[in-house]
Structures are given as structure tokens and as C-alpha cells.
């Protein structure tokens, strides 16, 4: 099935730092999520965007839905070890709630 | 969000043979959906798992290889049938209610060999 672009693929960033993470479509998306998945767990959901153009944030996470309805980024403030895990973005067409994810960005955090 | 726990958390079977995972939220949702994490790679769908009748099932998924039941709103299973190595993956259960967000269970972990 059709899976979303996400880059970049992996990073390794020192505690302190932003990242910066995005995903990119071929197809329009109704709704954008982003999901953090640490290793033995299922994905947790971070972000909603629910509007083309909407920015919202949850803590030191700040995602957007682009206004083309294809893209969306994630941005992490000031990066902490406990941000480790892999993060995915998923689009929902909105029909059946049926969700396609991104390839996932793995993000490993140094002291 | 709705609780949601899977049974088994992990599995060593052996190929041939058949597994059937559990899928139990808190309270009543309207979705329920069943996907495949492949090691090291993303989440993709296998059906959706529809109250009282029969799954609705992805493009290269087939009810004979993963046959899927959800008598009642809060519980739903999903069997890998016939295994074979290549079944090694994380199974995951997810749901969501009208208006919400989906929202994901820890995952079953299987290792077939």
C-alpha cells in the first residue's frame, strides 16, 4: 500500500538541540497525525491537525498541516534523551478513518 | 483516549502453525483496526475489523491468512494463520470512536521460526 515520504530517515542530535522532521504525500489528506513509537510499545499519539494551514503544539512539539493538504512537519524544542524513539506521521483521507503512515524518522539523543 | 490491551505481548511459534490475538479496550468504540509492523519498518494496514459481520480487508490481505472476529464493540481478535517466517512482525490493534483520533495498543510481538 502507499506510504507517506519522511525524512530524514534517522537522526543523532545532541540533548539541547531542535529537530526538525517532515513528510510529504502524493495524495491530499483530510486530517495529519504525528505518533512517537519507543522500542516495545505501540505509537503514542502527539499531534492532531485537523486544518490546512493549522499550527499547533503540545509542549516543546510544534507540528503543521501544509496548506497544500500533502505535507506536514514536526519540530522538537530543546531536545531531551527521553525524546528517543521513532516518529511516524500518519494521514487520514477521512474515509473509514483508515490511516497511511510515513516511513518514520529515528531519533537518537546524546548527553 | 480508550485503554486498549493485547494478548499475547510476545510469541515464539512455529511455522505451520496458527495464532489468534486479543484486542480489549476500556469502553465502546467505533473502529476497530488491525496493522502489521514488519522489523524495522512502518505500520500497514490489514483490515478493519467490523462489528457483527466480516472484516474489511487491504489490498494484499486475504481472511484466509489473517481471519479476523469483533463480536461486540469493545473486543475484536485477529489469527495469523498457517505461519511461516516471514509472519515475524509486531501485530498491532487500534481504535477509535466518531469525531476521535485513532489510538494504538502495546503491539504483540511475534517471532516465527
Known amino acids: 500500500g502507499q506510504q507517506l515520504n519522511q525524512s530524514p530517515q534517522s537522526m543523532f542530535i545532541q540533548e539541547g538541540e531542535d529537530v526538525s522532521m517532515n513528510c510529504t504525500s502524493s495524495s491530499i489528506f483530510n486530517t495529519w497525525l504525528w505518533y512517537k513509537q519507543e522500542p516495545g510499545e505501540g505509537p503514542v499519539l502527539l499531534i492532531a491537525l485537523y486544518k490546512a494551514g493549522e499550527l499547533t503544539s503540545n509542549g516543546r512539539l510544534t507540528a503543521q498541516f501544509g496548506i497544500t493538504r500533502k505535507d506536514s512537519f514536526l519540530n522538537i524544542s530543546a531536545s531531551i534523551p527521553s525524546d528517543v524513539g521513532i516518529y511516524f506521521c500518519a494521514g487520514d483521507t477521512g474515509t473509514a478513518s483508515k490511516l497511511t503512515f510515513g516511513t518514520g524518522t529515528r531519533l537518537q539523543v546524546t548527553l | 483516549s480508550a485503554v486498549i490491551s493485547q494478548k499475547p505481548s510476545r510469541d515464539i511459534c512455529q511455522r505451520g502453525t496458527s495464532l489468534t490475538i486479543q484486542c480489549q479496550v476500556d469502553s465502546q468504540v467505533t473502529m476497530m483496526f488491525w496493522y502489521r509492523q514488519q522489523p524495522g519498518q512502518s505500520l500497514t494496514l490489514i483490515a478493519t475489523a467490523n462489528q457483527g459481520s466480516e472484516a474489511t480487508y487491504e489490498s494484499g490481505f486475504v481472511i484466509d491468512k489473517f481471519p479476523i472476529s469483533r463480536p461486540n464493540l469493545t473486543f475484536s481478535t485477529l489469527t495469523v494463520s498457517n505461519m511461516s517466517p516471514e509472519d515475524s512482525s509486531i501485530y498491532l490493534c487500534?481504535?477509535?470512536?466518531?469525531?476521535?483520533?485513532?489510538?494504538f495498543g502495546p503491539g504483540t510481538r511475534l517471532l516465527v521460526l
Open positions: 487500534s481504535v477509535n470512536r466518531v469525531g476521535e483520533t485513532q489510538y
